[in-house]
């Protein structure tokens, strides 16, 4: 049972370039979640999908899009990288029907020159 | 979401217990509290979940008071290990979805 997984583990970008994040579960999640985590600073909710084919936007969407398409499966992508991107982001998954908390993935840090 | 306020940093020595205290005045009646621990370089994990008087696990104990404005996070006999951020977060009940994290308080243990 690997729980969440997160590639790449770094990346750097330059401005404007566009890149997808990575986000997959094994533990047959409804809820998946993308968060941001500047420094000093606590996370912040990108994205998040309650089921295949249901997304909706966060604290921060702003620049970013998503899709789910699988249960397993919730990508991020930054269509045009901004140096404002800069940050960790990390992949959360939970079942949506209880309070069970959620499961955290290593995170991605990404870099945008 | 109620906002919570916690220290933004604490000391403890290799052995001691650590108690965190957290503040939320504005907890609903079906908010629960829940806490999550971060390494660096890590996602958060979750430490700790409840709703009111004690609960407690392997890892740690959850102090409610009958108000449930405040919460307290207990660490037992901490070690080097337990250096880490300590994030306390007001959730709603079942079907909740969303996690407001502060900035959370740094425990650092020195030996």
């Known amino acids: 049972n690997a729980g969440v997984t997160q590639t790449p583990k770094f990346q750097v970008l330059k401005t404007g370039q566009s890149m997808t994040l990575q986000c997959a579960q094994d533990?047959?999640?409804?809820?998946m979640s993308w968060y941001r985590q500047d420094p000093g600073m606590g996370l912040r909710l990108i994205h998040y999908?309650?089921?295949?084919?249901?997304?909706d936007q966060g604290e921060v969407p702003n620049g970013y899009n998503v899709s789910r398409s699988t249960t397993e499966d919730f990508p991020l992508r930054l269509l045009s990288a901004a140096p404002s991107q800069t940050s960790v982001y990390f992949c959360?998954?939970?079942?949506?029907?209880?309070?069970?908390?959620?499961?955290f993935g290593d995170g991605t840090r990404l870099s945008i020159l | 979401l109620a906002k919570t306020t916690q220290p933004i940093s604490m000391d403890s020595y290799e052995g001691q217990e650590v108690n965190i205290t957290c503040s939320h005045n504005?907890?609903?009646?079906?908010?629960?509290i829940t806490w999550y621990q971060q390494f660096p370089s890590q996602g958060p994990r979750f430490i700790i979940q409840?709703?009111?008087t004690k609960v407690t696990n392997e890892v740690a104990s959850l102090f409610i008071p009958a108000d449930r404005k405040s919460s307290t996070l207990s660490l037992p006999r901490v070690s080097l290990s337990d250096t880490a951020v300590y994030y306390c977060?007001?959730?709603?009940?079942?079907?909740?979805?969303?996690?407001?994290f502060g900035k959370g308080t740094k425990l650092s243990v020195i030996p």
């Open positions: 504005n907890i609903a009646t079906n908010d629960y």
């Open positions: 409840g709703y009111k």
């Open positions: 533990m047959n999640h409804e809820y």
């Open positions: 977060l007001v959730v709603l009940g079942a079907g909740s979805y969303q996690l407001t």
């Open positions: 959360a998954s939970r079942i949506f029907s209880s309070n069970q908390p959620q499961h």
């Open positions: 999908s309650v089921g295949a084919g249901i997304t």
